[in-house]
């Protein structure tokens, strides 16, 4: 039962260009999110968060939205920049736990 | 500031044997975590501590085995490896239960 999906595999840009990485969710107690960007042969890195209290959160160059209706949310990167190229994670917790739910990620890839 | 180190980097094992993945954090963080992430897949929670001395068991426990005698390490208990365990493992810690999770650099997993 995959609780948190990412259903783009893979997802190729053009520097300067937005990057709109895509997220949906099933289980209706999770109440906060994150994204976590991974290169190569590292660990993930925490990117930016969003509690079900807001529909938008804005951090530099990323912004998360947040549908609850549809268990949807999304990562805006923009402008892309080659260096953004990694595997970015969609994660969910419940407000009750530590836990984290995972999605399988996404291999963003911005041309130069 | 080291952050969350693990040791080794790289371990081939064969069938039946076993091993300990070390994991330390030096953030005084309450909360630890170990995953593993299979390719193509997300990360998968295997067991995690809440504090010195209390451990609980994730979505994938069967196979390993943790302590947590300090709050600084948290080791990770492979008993008679099997292939099904090939994978790369991570460690994470977390100070507070909304916090966000910060990541050790891996140790990638063979079992042949």
Redesign the interface.
Known sequence: DQQVKQNSPSLSVQEGRISILNCDYTNSMFDYFLWYKKYPAEGPTFLISISSIKDKNEDGRFTVFLNKSAKHLSLHIVPSQPGDSAVYFCAAKETSGSRLTFGEGTQLTVNP | NAG?TQTPKFRILKIGQSMTLQCTQDMNHN?M?W?RQDP??????IY?S?GAGITDK?EVPNGYNVSRSTTEDFPLRLELAAPSQTSVY?C?S?GQ??G???????TRLTVT
């Open positions: 969350v909360y975590y995953y193509g897949m997300g990360l998968k929670l995690y809440v994730g991570f994470a977390s239960v909304f966000e999770q910060y990541f050790g650099p891996g």
